[in-house]
């Protein structure tokens, strides 16, 4: 709690605290000189007091022994003998410890003005213990309800004679110079802190600017594309330290902002270059494959070892030209080059990627949790279709056999969300952080084949087609869960809805012998619709898979779309396995 207190009270800006400190010195300074009045007036009239009692003596108090007489003849032998004696002044005649007489001078000089005083017990012990010294103290008389500075000396009948000054003038005087001091000093530190803090602020305008400035610069994106830093910090007076600050600052910013035009510089140049070696190997990979293939096509006998070599170089060309569609994919994606604004079904491509992938990985079980209602998104549906291919080719390549694929699509609000999720051994930790960066490859104990694996581009597509399209992608693995998370803004009015909850209804496997199948929030289970219309012919992929592969359906020619390396006129392109789209 003290703790807290202290937080909540210690302030936190630079111009509060300055403020703040200049209130505490003001207000140590007129504290002290406030005490130093006070002491010093204090001890002023106390003196001045004391020096008044030494003048007066004990006239009064020896004077109070002759009570009786009727003479007043002013010759000292007289009752109250009240000459020269101030209004309040105290007397008192103690014999043997016990105050015999006591008076106190009421006004004026005449005797009539003496008022006997009855002291109790406790006043009488306090001046019976009054050294007679004749030296001034003081006492608080409960009786007269007053303090008074006293002096005690012995008379001539073996008496005490005790003489007192009232001290409420000196008391009253030095509670006016007090609340005076707090009247004054108050309103100073009122206007000081006021005015201090005006100061405060006029003076540290130049380094409120710099933050200001700093604001705007952490607000930007720095990580990649160009960047325009905002305007520079106003200079000021560079001999004081804002000014320095302030130049310091300035100049740092202008080394950042020459480094990131020469990192774009850099990065345009690198996807530049990327994407003239890709689009310039496409021919050479396309004729070393359709060569390839056409050698192996020759109706003669060939020598076995021969075959088998030009089955790899034909099986390599095609994964090569993979790879160099997929290069040339990302420096188009990372020009900015734009995608089609279509309305996509997502659903519908979800169930065309799955049964491509049941038909790649039949020893895999897949299955599918897909909302009653179609879901659309807008975007490019090749693309997205490409992106899907990916993750459920990462997950069949980097699982054994036997382990579980679930796909499910639900939309929230705005966005749609796409899980793969797989019961396989999970991502690497220590390559988790950059798993959707490009030629990023998994250890061998999440792959389960022997291919060698491919050129970890796969995940990198699969984040730039959605970032390209306004959303984001990530992660979360362990042993025995794996999830990919797509997250994209649902279309504007061809958006469904997510049916209730538990609309999704149980996921089950797919039969494995058939069609994939799904249940809706109905709970009724019927096939996966069919892919887009193509011819279906049989192919071995690189992997050494073979199975129906269906063409790809037609697509716009959009300017970002990377289109297939034709081969020479007769020889057949093998079709191309999903299993390549490894990262």
């Known amino acids: 709690m003290a703790r807290g207190l202290r937080r909540l009270s210690w302030p936190r800006t630079l111009r509060a605290r300055l403020s703040a400190g200049l209130v505490v010195l003001l207000a140590v300074s007129c504290a002290a000189v406030g005490v130093a009045a006070v002491v010093e007036l204090d001890g002023f009239l106390t003196r001045r007091l004391d020096q008044q009692l030494t003048d007066v003596g004990s006239r009064l108090p020896a004077s109070l022994e002759h009570q009786g007489l009727a003479r007043d003849d002013h010759d000292g032998d007289e009752y109250g003998d009240t ?300 693309r997205l279709h490409q992106a899907l291919a990916n993750l459920l080719a990462n997950a069949r390549s980097h699982t054994p056999v036997g382990t579980k694929v679930t796909v499910s699509l639900r939309t929230d609000g705005e966005t749609v969300r796409l899980h793969v999720h797989d019961t396989g051994p999970g991502v690497p930790e220590e390559i988790r952080p950059g798993v959707f960066e490009r030629f990023t490859r998994a250890e061998h104990r999440r792959r389960t084949d022997a291919t060698g694996g491919g050129a970890g581009l796969g995940l990198s597509i699969v984040a730039a087609v959605t970032e390209a399209h306004g959303g984001s992608v990530d992660l979360e693995s362990g042993p025995g869960a794996t999830t990919f998370t797509v997250r994209l803004p649902a279309a504007g009015q061809g958006g469904a809805a997510a049916g209730p909850a538990g609309g999704s209804g149980a996921v089950r496997d797919a039969p494995g012998g058939g069609g994939a199948y799904a249940a809706g929030s109905s709970g009724v289970f019927g096939p996966v619709r069919d892919a887009a219309p193509g011819p279906v012919r049989d192919s071995t992929s690189s992997s050494g898979v073979p199975g129906p592969v269906r063409d790809a359906a037609p697509s716009s020619d959009a300017p970002d779309q990377v289109p297939d390396s034709a081969p020479p006129p007769g020889v057949l392109r093998p079709a191309r396995d999903p299993a390549d789209q490894r990262r």
């Open 83 to 382: 000459r020269r004696q101030a209004t309040g002044t105290f007397g008192a005649r103690l014999v043997d410890g016990h105050v015999t007489n006591a008076a106190v001078v009421t006004s004026g000089s005449a005797t009539a003005n003496l008022r006997p005083v009855v002291l109790s017990g406790a006043d009488q012990a306090r001046l019976a213990a009054l050294p007679l010294d004749s030296r001034a103290r003081t006492v608080d008389l409960g009786s007269l309800h007053a303090a008074y500075r006293v002096a005690a000396c012995s008379g001539q009948d073996g008496d005490v004679l005790v003489t007192g000054l009232p001290m409420e003038p000196l008391q009253s005087a030095v509670h006016r110079l007090e609340l005076a001091a707090g009247i004054v000093f108050g309103g100073a530190l009122v206007i000081t802190g006021v005015a201090g803090a005006l100061w405060v602020r006029w003076s540290l305008r130049p380094l409120t600017r710099v933050a200001a400035t700093a604001t705007r610069v952490s607000e930007l994106p720095l990580a990649s594309g160009e960047v325009a830093l905002p305007a520079r910090a106003p200079q000021t007076d560079p001999h004081g330290e804002v000014g320095q600050v302030a130049t310091a600052f300035n100049r740092m910013l202008g080394h950042v902002e020459n480094a990131l035009t020469k990192r774009q510089a850099s990065e345009e140049r690198l996807r530049g270059f990327a994407a003239d070696a890709s689009h310039e190997l496409r021919t050479p990979v396309a004729s070393v494959r359709g060569h390839a293939e056409l050698a192996l096509l020759h109706p003669g006998p060939v020598p076995p070892g021969v075959t088998r070599a030009l089955e790899r170089i034909a099986a390599e060309s095609a994964r090569m030209g993979e790879i160099v569609d997929e290069m040339l994919l990302l420096a188009r994606l990372d020009a900015g080059r734009p995608l089609e604004r279509r309305p996509v079904d997502l659903t519908r491509l979800v169930l065309d990627a799955v049964a491509d992938a049941r038909a790649a990985g039949p020893g895999h079980g897949w299955a599918l949790e897909l909302p009653e209602e179609p879901v659309t998104v807008t975007g490019d549906a090749h």
